[in-house]
């Protein structure tokens, strides 16, 4: 598993794709950041980080489309597959190497709260509790990309799959208002986005963690169950 | 060593390989042979446990593929028909990185990598990139790193394709080399390659085992219009009517004198000794199932009773190509 976590985190450190995504997101956030900043003049991170939750949920799924694709249209996929490997362990040791690169560009973002603190005196709870909510969503989204791409050997198809999948898990809380309580409850339940209002409210709930502990190994485990099946299948 | 017993592969509705049965002993290198698309590359996959197979077992150093995958993985050194590798890496680092999921402990790892190099000649490109590589190189190593952890069988598909004509007699040495105790199964479409590298072929075609034996053997089994060649000295109508005289001779053909020959032809004038004297070169054409070598030990004692001297003698086998083109031909038809 560390030899493919080390293989993989060097393509992307090797690959233009993963500056270039870490570009957009920097660059988006340093927009997001400054435009909110003086236009409210507020020394808080809530506007930011509620408009990177959907930057993210594009910028994931294009960093995960090549995990797996990549590796089914090189033939490099023959050759993780006839080692003595497991499964497990490919997909931890990709899907591990991803979230370092999304930590890396979250750790660019740090900037933002350090001109904050250079500058005001910003709320430093809600900072933190955003951040950590942040962490978990993006790790969510990367699940969720790794899933897509463990479907395809076209990179592309493995990206747009990934992104609608998570637009999906974000919409589907706008069914909440229509479907009334009992059903509303699950969707608005169900909503990636509805989770992450609490960490920038500054709450920390054990249901939240739940939510995104669940779904990110729910869709490393079904990546798991399609690899296995592309060698138990027909 | 490696025991394939009823293996069948679907694809949908497709049959890629269709209840195939093929043993390979320790230390035996196994040609598998068939035009492009017969199932060749799918039984590799299945004996490497990256394709399960539909029905029948596969056992590799007796222990069955799908019930121990790792240990089977472990035993197996696996080059696809493009070698699997990682473009932006080095011939080094790629080395290292397969050395390191095939499970080496960490203290062999450089060593094991060394080796492989050098077996397969990669020292002097050790620090390129992969995806610089020539074809050639690729090609070794992906050799290498199938070399890796030393493992007693090696599945090398289509080793040498893609390759210009030096690379191939250079890898084709280098599988030589490298087979030694090793129990190698190898793939390809070129027939010279398997007669040259492999002590049996198994000819496959449309998924089905059409045959199996040494490449003599095959070439001999099938030796319905062999030929033989013969020098005798004597007169043409002489040699003749010896000759049709030995039973399983059904064709006899007296040609050409051989030039420059003729014993003493330039020492004595024209007339009956130069006639006596000249040499032909006669073609036997053998009845169907007629013995070669009975044939020739009878054809040599009716020379004799004669008095035709025997010069030269030599049996003209198919060459694997007639062999091939029969058997892959001739299947359709019988089905």
Known sequence: MLAIFKRELRSYLFSPLAYVLVAVFVGLGSYFFSVILLSTRVADLGGYFANMALVAMFIAPLLTMRLWSEEE???????????????????????????????????????????LGLYGEPDWGPIISAYLGFILLGATYLAVGFFASSLTSSQVLAGVTGIGILLLFWIVGWLSSALGPGVGQVT?????????????KG??????????????????????????????GD | MIELAGVTKRFGAKVAVDDLSLRVERGEILGLLGPNGAGKTTTMRIITGYLPPTAGTVRVADVPVPQNPVAVKKAIGYLPETPPLYAELTVREQLAFVAEIKGLPRAERSRDVARAMEETVTLDVADRLVGNLSRGYRQRVGLAQALLGDPQVLILDEPTVG????????IRELIRDLAGERTVILSSHILP???????????????????????????????????????????????????????????????EEVPGRAAGAAASGPGEEDAAQAISA???????????????????????????PLLALSAEQLSLEEVFMQLVVEEPAAN
């Not at chain 2, 390759?163 to 250079?170: A, G, K, N, T, V």
């Not at chain 2, 007629?290 to 054809?299: I, K, L, S, T």
């Open chain 1, 188 to 200: 608005d339940y169900l909503s990636v986005l509805n989770q992450f209002d609490d960490f920038l």
């Open chain 1, 73 to 115: 249209q090189k033939g490099t996929a023959e050759l993780l597959l006839t080692s003595p490997v497991t499964m497990a362990g490919i997909v931890a040791g990709k899907y591990l190497a991803a979230l370092v690169v999304y930590l890396l560009a979250i750790g660019i973002s740090l900037l933002y709260p350090l001109i």
């Open chain 2, 193 to 255: 390659e398997v007669s040259q590298l492999c002590q049996r072929v198994a000819i496959i075609n449309r998924g089905h085992l059409v045959a199996q034996d040494t490449p003599e053997n095959l070439a001999r089994a099938l030796g319905r219009a062999q030929r033989l060649e013969a020098e005798i000295k004597g007169r043409p109508e002489e040699i003749r009517a010896a000759l049709e005289k030995v039973p399983g001779v059904a064709e006899v053909s007296v040609g």
């Open chain 2, 163 to 170: 390759l210009d004509p030096r690379q191939i007699i250079e």
């Open chain 2, 282 to 308: 006669v073609t036997l054409g053998l009845a169907p199932g007629a013995d070669p070598f009975r044939v020739r030990e009878d054809m040599f004692f009716a020379l004799a009773a004669a008095g035709l």
């Open chain 1, 203 to 232: 709450i920390l709930n054990s249901t939240h963690l739940v939510y995104y502990g669940s779904l990110i190994v729910t869709f490393l485990f079904l990546s798991v169950q399609n690899l296995q099946r592309r060698i138990w």
